[in-house]
């Protein structure tokens, strides 16, 4: 289950719906992801072959990340069998606003 968002425009979506801080373009695959997300116990609940599950080092803690399409990425940790969602980011600065 989903405990914490760190990216506040993120929350926003989930719970309301509101877009406004989203690329309108990724909202349908953030809701599939962020309902694999609320249901994961453990990181390999969430090893679909288009997310790309992999470990990142972020502010020196392991965390995990999924790959979206034109460069973003979800970051999340798990506490325990939770999951706390870091943040939600273009790591490709030619895509930043695609």
Known sequence: MIINFKHKGLEQYYRT?????????HSNELRVLLTALNAATKPMDLEAPIWR????????????????NNGWRLIFKFV???????????????????
């Open 17 to 25: 719906g509101c877009k406004a801080y989203i690329p309108d373009s």
């Open 53 to 68: 599950l992999h470990i990142i080092q972020l502010n020196q803690q392991d965390c995990l990340t999924v790959m979206m």
């Open 80 to 98: 325990e069998d939770e999951v706390e969602i870091i943040d939600y980011q273009c790591y490709n600065l030619e895509n930043k606003y695609a």
